[in-house]
């Protein structure tokens, strides 16, 4: 447990965000006088106001013996417009990952850096119209981002703004999930439930979702939206039957104009969900977008992460879709998946670059409060993979042979080696809709259990946000309440 003491702020999620970074599976806990302690890491940070300057001091003891103590005087640095208040939060984090850097010897890619959105910072220093140096400044010097990630950031984002950019103000995206999958995985914290115990459900979920479809028909009617891109999720939409899944695809047809779409994305995700009778309806009813993910083409994995179908069927997967006609398929790994080596790694990687898709996301092994490692106390002993990073690097490499370029990414809290998730894809291959979802310049609607409804109002860029239950049988039976809780965000 590391106990720490705050004077002068009430910043304790940031000054824990922080600490994550360094000792992740230690607890915090907030006291006071903490300087009298005798056993354990203690931390303490005070800010203080002097006249038209602050002083931020903070002391890290160990066992009672003072390891690191600085203070110093600032003003508060704004490499946005934003609030006094934001920009103190960000000082006392940048203060604390300097003594935590010091006291550890450890450093991080991202530096103090901890949001799940990074690249939103560049296009806010975009449109300020700093150039790369500038910007390459302030994440090397101000927040210690590494090089490479700068570059990687700054990369990323020329690329999603050519789509942001031609983005209109009353263009909007739709989300759809699908609750359902043919078992949990280790590692899923999404809304998801096995398909056999709910196979009785699917058709009163279907149903709802078809109600709140018509639902949100008359509101985009109502604020003259038109919907720039589709993505029905899960969950595994193709864990669902095929007469719910053509009843399903059916009704988008008939709701919404898929005419003007620049996508329309399905993910079919896990092979054992997949069949040449859903795949062929899938490619009837419009969908120009599928996701086929592996995760790893090792089958003691697959098994291990609770997969219910092996790498050759993933192939067999893959082919079939090609066959039928599908000319943008997107694959998803993970590196650093429990137990998997580097050259465990690279055989899925190799594998993937066989198979030639248009898009490639790889995401880093990150434990998640939901997923069934934490169930319980952890229902497995995970401790991060020492060759995550070469992993990512690996990955790049593969992707740049591929003719591929990164085009979006996000991070997120506990992942292997505090690295992030990077979606790669072929020139003209670039997912909208996971553009608009990371950068969050674009409305999106979401229907189904767990959705969460964004709205954007640009003239503030503040957005507005309303949840749909995660719970299917609540769901079913609160439909039109999903439905009130959208619209009174667009009054």
């Given at each position: ?296 083409m090792n089958n003691k994995t697959l098994k291990m992460i609770g997969r219910k179908h ?36 690279h055989k899925t990687i190799k594998d993937i670059k066989t198979l030639n898709p248009e898009s490639l996301t790889v995401h880093t092994m990150a434990v998640k409060r939901a ?121």
């Amino acid at each position: 447990m590391i106990i720490v003491e705050l004077k002068g702020h009430d910043y304790l999620y940031q000054v824990k965000d922080v600490i994550k970074l360094f000792f992740e599976n230690n607890t915090v806990e907030e006291k006071k006088q903490v300087l009298k302690n005798k056993s354990g890491i203690v931390i303490y940070t005070e800010l203080k106001k002097k006249e038209n300057q602050f002083e931020l001091e903070t002391i890290i003891l160990n066992d009672g013996i003072s390891c690191y103590k600085n203070a110093h005087q600032f003003e508060p640095f704004s490499p946005i417009d934003e609030s006094e208040e934001k920009a103190l939060k960000r000082e006392v984090k940048r203060e604390l990952y300097i003594a935590l850097s010091k006291y550890t010897h450890q450093e991080f890619p991202w530096g103090f850096l901890t949001g799940i959105r990074p690249a939103k910072l560049v296009h806010k220093l975009l449109n300020k119209e700093l150039n790369y140096r500038e910007i390459e400044k302030i994440f090397q010097k101000y927040y210690f981002v590494s090089r490479e990630k700068t570059q990687l950031l700054f990369d990323i984002a020329k690329r999603e703004k050519e789509i942001l950019d031609y983005t209109k103000p009353h263009m909007i995206s739709i989300y759809i999930g699908i609750p359902f999958c043919k078992s949990r995985c280790l590692y899923c914290s999404f809304t998801s439930n096995p398909i056999d115990k709910y196979k009785n459900s699917v058709s009163y979920y279907i149903k709802a979702l078809k109600a709140e479809i018509k639902g949100v028909k008359q509101i985009i009617k109502e604020k003259g939206y038109q919907v720039q891109s589709i993505y029905i999720g899960g969950g595994t939409p193709t864990s669902i039957d095929k007469i719910h899944l053509e009843e399903l695809l059916t009704e988008v047809e008939k709701t919404f104009e898929l005419n003007n779409l620049s996508e329309y994305t399905l993910e079919a995700g896990r092979p054992d969900s997949i069949t040449r009778e859903k795949l062929s309806l899938i490619k009837k009813y419009s969908v120009n977008r599928i996701s086929i993910n592996p995760q790893t083409m090792n089958n003691k994995t697959l098994k291990m992460i609770g997969r219910k179908h092996s790498s050759k069927d993933i192939i067999k997967s893959f082919h079939m879709a090609r066959e039928i006609g599908f000319k943008n398929i997107n694959m998803d790994v993970i590196a650093g998946l429990p137990d998997e080596t580097i050259m465990d790694f690279h055989k899925t990687i190799k594998d993937i670059k066989t198979l030639n898709p248009e898009s490639l996301t790889v995401h880093t092994m990150a434990v998640k409060r939901a997923s069934k490692l934490t169930e319980n106390n952890g229902i497995i002993d995970f401790t991060p993979n020492k060759e995550t990073p070469l992993m990512i690097n690996m990955a790049s490499e593969y992707a740049k042979e591929m003719k591929m370029h990164p085009y979006y990414l996000y991070r997120q809290k506990n992942m292997a080696g505090k690295l992030e998730n990077i979606g790669y894809s072929k020139k003209g291959f670039e997912s909208t809709y996971n553009i608009q979802i990371m950068e969050e310049k674009q409305s999106i609607i979401a229907l189904g259990a767990g959705g969460i409804t964004k709205i954007v109002y640009p003239n503030d860029d503040s957005i507005k946000r309303s949840f749909n239950v995660k719970s299917v049988e609540l769901y079913i039976d609160s439909v039109d309440e999903m439905l009130k809780r959208k619209k009174s965000l667009m009054l």
